[in-house]
């Protein structure tokens, strides 16, 4: 137990008493550990990297076996640090460390964040958009040149579509058929594509069990990570609205965990076997005698969260997002989601993914914001009030100019990784 990784080295006897995250990072991620704080994509990664086909086998090369499970037990996402391909990864990560190292991009709107979806779809209704749910795209033919595109789905058909962008995942474009279909699918951009398997439960309670956690009278301890339970992540709501029900989000677990999930809730379908479980968890990793039993349970798992790129990825981060603005040459075709953007896994892939496709089209779109009139995030746990600026504007990057890079990378892992992205 620990509340910084630091404080987990005793646990690991090889590595000496001085090792820091942080500047292990710094050395993985960047060339003499120069991270472009300025512009993430002229950051320049380590000549060695290009030598292991995967993450993990880099990771090992630098720091030893136990020096990579050091990085990966500390960080809240642990797939990140496992097979997938190196050079994609590290372009990310770059990417992710300087646009979430900062201590004003903290928090989530008010109603989760389905809140984001459910305004766009309010907005589109609004604007006279009609969305058929449940109504896969099974195959898309023709072209520009000879009237324009048909959308087949499994209820409809739809002709004559002048620009047509594709918002599919790399998993669902595998499936569409067709003649633009097959063109789409037959680079190896879409077959590189590596999703990542996610479990999520989430138990509403009748009391804040945990302000007695780890012998505490008023445990102020609101975010777990761990290795010796499949729990991964426990994030308990700090916002008003959250906090007053008592919500906890028991379990957050990607890669190998998000299956043991998934296999307890399969045979048991009625939670009550998946419950049992995390309940004895929660009371083993939060050093308390028992957890009650929750009102409410709720599961979900995701064969597809974000995505990475599969070990040996033919193409970068950068190759695939140039590709998916102009995937067919000489066609009106765009592809817009997180799975093609440089912005993996959260909200910020797809919105940039979109904005390209739109402009690669010609196409009008509106400004992209992150800031929030609602004053969302809201209160972080010092009691200030944080907001997030425009795009463009001062204030968000005012308040990273008051840290040096040093200090970025120190807040990017002491929160285990990503914020929001």
């Known amino acids: 137990y620990g509340e910084s990784a630091e404080d987990t080295l ?3 006897h090889k590595l000496p008493a001085n090792t820091e995250e942080w500047y292990m990072t710094q050395q993985f991620v960047a060339k003499d550990g120069a ?22 086998a880099y990771l090992t090369s630098l720091f030893g076996a136990e ?12 797939n990140d640090y496992e097979d997938t391909a190196t050079i994609p990864y ?6 992710d460390i300087v646009d979430n190292s900062s201590p004003f991009m903290t928090g989530y709107p008010i109603g989760g964040m389905s809140a984001f979806t459910l305004g766009m779809a309010e907005r589109a209704a609004a604007a006279g958009v009609q969305m058929f749910l449940n109504d896969p795209v099974l195959g898309i033919d023709g072209s520009s040149a000879t009237g324009g595109y048909r959308v087949t789905t499994a209820s409809h058909s739809v002709s004559g579509v002048l620009n047509l962008i594709v918002a599919l995942d790399p998993t669902g474009l595998s499936q569409v058929k067709g003649t633009v279909g097959k063109a789409l699918n037959a680079p190896s951009y879409v077959r590189d594509a590596y999703p990542i398997p996610v479990s999520v439960v989430k138990m509403h309670f009748t009391m804040p069990w945990w302000q007695t956690a780890f012998n505490r009278t008023n445990s102020d301890v609101r975010r777990v990570w761990t290795t010796d339970a499949c729990l991964n992540y426990v994030e308990i709501a700090f916002n008003d609205q959250h906090e007053a029900h008592n919500l906890v989000r028991t379990v957050y677990a990607d890669g190998f965990c998000a299956g043991y999930w998934k296999r307890i809730y399969d045979q048991d379908p009625t939670k009550k076997l998946l419950t049992r479980i995390v309940l004895q968890q929660l009371a083993q990793v939060f050093q308390v005698e028992a957890v009650p039993e929750p009102l409410d349970t709720f599961y979900h ?6 995505y990475f790129q599969h070990a040996g990825a033919a193409f970068d981060v950068y190759q695939i997002e140039d590709w998916a603005q102009a995937p067919l040459k000489g066609e009106r075709v765009a592809l817009a989601n997180e799975g093609f953007s440089k912005w993996k896994a959260w909200v910020r892939g797809p919105l940039h993914s979109s904005k390209k496709a739109l402009s690669a089209l010609g196409l009008s779109h509106p400004p992209l914001y992150t800031d929030s009139p609602s004053m969302w995030p809201g209160i972080d746990r010092e009691g200030s009030r944080r907001t997030l600026q425009a795009e463009g504007s001062s204030g968000a990057g005012a308040l990273a100019a008051q840290l040096s890079p040093q200090q970025r990378l120190k807040e990017y892992v002491k929160n285990g990784g990503r914020r929001w992205s």
């Open 301 to 306: 798992y995701w064969p597809n969260a974000w």
């Open 35 to 56: 991270i472009n704080f300025t512009d993430a994509s002229r950051t320049i990664l380590p000549s060695r990297a290009k030598d292991f086909p995967t993450i993990s």
């Open 67 to 78: 020096g990579f499970h050091f990085l990966q037990d500390n960080f809240r996402f642990r």
């Open 10 to 12: 005793p646990a690991f």
């Open 90 to 95: 590290l372009q990310f990560l770059t990417h």
